[in-house]
């Protein structure tokens, strides 16, 4: 048993002075619990549950074209995906959804974390997404017109080992000549999607930006809206009323608008970006209002969206309107549920020890996240001494 003691204990159940007890990557006791086989001093230091980010692509690394890696080998991209799991990790990540990756790139890295392979967040991933043809990330999505392809498409990514679907409701930024918010699979489509979803209760995921992309995936019973930039009153009180959670993605916007066409981001993209962002805060206070869950999502890969900043959208929430402690739960115990892991998200007895040491208290400020002094996955200790 190895014990993280006399510091204070942060997550969603509040902030308060406890000991940690680690046994066989779990947690095992919380409170006053002394001296283990092993102890780490952490006075003076905070431990919180590691950060679930829900929408990452591993195969990618944040350059300004995302379409210059369409003629790089399978073996660079997964070179590339060591690196950015090592990335998240050392950030304080202990949990990343993959949405979309080349082939089973994603899923093997999910075995590959699993195995002992590579040090990284625990991976759950879609395999590839589903898109209708010439649609949204075509370049590496699974091409599917008409329900009964869509359901193949769906079936083939379970039997590879989906642990999540992901589809494309609408177009996207980064597609050039794909229109953002336009609606691509259709009602029928999408249901056949989720439909495909329902037998083994695997979450499903759906990129739109568009109102009429994201009622179709809502009415269709999707588990997440992905982006959701051009949001409505109706669309959030639909979400509402379902339980649908919104993963904003505001550093993959942030990402294109701050950045633009002189950091050699396609004009295009900058351009469908700029109007989206002009409509993303319209997204933001219909949600609030309507109370939609969010989880905390990033994106991380698109342009200048570094996995090492996954934490950097704890920050656009709060701007956009989230309390430090409700940006802490979205990233944490919500992103948990959206990926129905009902054992990470909290410092708690029976939790999987997924723990990150920092200097100050994440429930009160996500300057916390600036520096993590050690990472924990599974109880191991991946980062820091
Ligand atoms: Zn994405």
């Given at each position: 048993m190895h014990v993280l003691s006399g510091g204070r204990v942060a997550d969603v159940d509040g902030t308060r002075e406890a000991d940690v007890a680690i046994e066989d990557g779990e947690i095992v006791a919380v409170g006053?619990?002394?001296?283990?086989d092993t102890s780490t001093d952490v006075s003076g230091k905070v431990v919180a549950p590691g950060l679930i980010d829900a929408h990452v692509h591993l195969m990618m690394d944040g350059r300004p074209d995302v379409a210059s890696a369409v003629s790089e080998s399978d073996y660079t991209a997964s070179y590339r995906t060591a690196r950015n799991l090592e990335a998240a990790v050392a950030a304080g990540v202990t949990t990343v959804r993959d949405l979309g990756a080349r082939g089973t790139l994603a899923l093997d890295a999910a075995a590959a974390v699993a195995d002992g392979v590579l040090d990284g967040p625990r991976v759950v991933a879609c395999g590839r997404n589903v898109i209708m043809t010439g649609g949204h990330g075509n370049w590496f999505g699974r091409e599917a017109d008409g329900p009964a392809e869509v359901r193949k498409a769906a079936r083939e990514q379970l039997k590879d080992g989906a642990d999540v679907l992901k589809c494309m409701a609408t177009g996207g930024v980064l597609t050039e000549g794909a229109v953002t918010g336009a609606p691509e699979l259709t009602p029928e489509e999408l249901s056949a999607f989720t439909d495909a979803a329902a037998p083994t209760d695997t979450p499903t995921a759906a990129h739109a930006h568009g109102e009429r992309g994201i009622k179709n995936a809502v009415r269709a019973g999707i588990t997440s809206i992905e982006h959701g930039t051009f949001m409505d009153a109706e669309a959030a009180r639909l979400m509402a009323e379902k339980g649908t959670y919104w993963v904003p993605t505001a550093s993959a916007l942030h990402g294109i608008v701050d950045n633009g066409v002189e950091a050699g981001i396609p004009a295009d993209a900058v351009a469908k970006a700029e109007d989206a962002a002009e409509r993303f805060g319209g997204a933001w206070e219909h949600a609030l209002d309507a109370g939609v869950p969010i989880a905390m999502g990033t994106d991380?890969?698109?342009?200048?969206?570094?996995f090492e900043k996954i934490p950097g959208e704890l920050a656009y929430m709060v701007e956009y309107g989230l309390s430090p402690a409700e940006a802490f739960e979205a990233a944490t115990v919500n992103g948990a549920d959206l990926l129905g892991i009902?054992?990470?998200?909290?410092?708690?007895?029976?939790?999987?020890?997924d723990l990150v040491v920092l200097d100050d208290d994440p429930n009160e400020t996500?300057?916390?996240?600036?520096?993590?002094e050690s990472v924990f996955v599974d109880g191991d200790r991946v980062v820091g001494r």
């Amino acid at each position: 048993m190895h014990v993280l003691s006399g510091g204070r204990v942060a997550d969603v159940d509040g902030t308060r002075e406890a000991d940690v007890a680690i046994e066989d990557g779990e947690i095992v006791a919380v409170g006053d619990i002394g001296r283990g086989d092993t102890s780490t001093d952490v006075s003076g230091k905070v431990v919180a549950p590691g950060l679930i980010d829900a929408h990452v692509h591993l195969m990618m690394d944040g350059r300004p074209d995302v379409a210059s890696a369409v003629s790089e080998s399978d073996y660079t991209a997964s070179y590339r995906t060591a690196r950015n799991l090592e990335a998240a990790v050392a950030a304080g990540v202990t949990t990343v959804r993959d949405l979309g990756a080349r082939g089973t790139l994603a899923l093997d890295a999910a075995a590959a974390v699993a195995d002992g392979v590579l040090d990284g967040p625990r991976v759950v991933a879609c395999g590839r997404n589903v898109i209708m043809t010439g649609g949204h990330g075509n370049w590496f999505g699974r091409e599917a017109d008409g329900p009964a392809e869509v359901r193949k498409a769906a079936r083939e990514q379970l039997k590879d080992g989906a642990d999540v679907l992901k589809c494309m409701a609408t177009g996207g930024v980064l597609t050039e000549g794909a229109v953002t918010g336009a609606p691509e699979l259709t009602p029928e489509e999408l249901s056949a999607f989720t439909d495909a979803a329902a037998p083994t209760d695997t979450p499903t995921a759906a990129h739109a930006h568009g109102e009429r992309g994201i009622k179709n995936a809502v009415r269709a019973g999707i588990t997440s809206i992905e982006h959701g930039t051009f949001m409505d009153a109706e669309a959030a009180r639909l979400m509402a009323e379902k339980g649908t959670y919104w993963v904003p993605t505001a550093s993959a916007l942030h990402g294109i608008v701050d950045n633009g066409v002189e950091a050699g981001i396609p004009a295009d993209a900058v351009a469908k970006a700029e109007d989206a962002a002009e409509r993303f805060g319209g997204a933001w206070e219909h949600a609030l209002d309507a109370g939609v869950p969010i989880a905390m999502g990033t994106d991380a890969g698109t342009p200048f969206n570094f996995f090492e900043k996954i934490p950097g959208e704890l920050a656009y929430m709060v701007e956009y309107g989230l309390s430090p402690a409700e940006a802490f739960e979205a990233a944490t115990v919500n992103g948990a549920d959206l990926l129905g892991i009902d054992d990470v998200g909290r410092v708690r007895e029976g939790y999987r020890a997924d723990l990150v040491v920092l200097d100050d208290d994440p429930n009160e400020t996500v300057e916390a996240w600036r520096d993590p002094e050690s990472v924990f996955v599974d109880g191991d200790r991946v980062v820091g001494r």
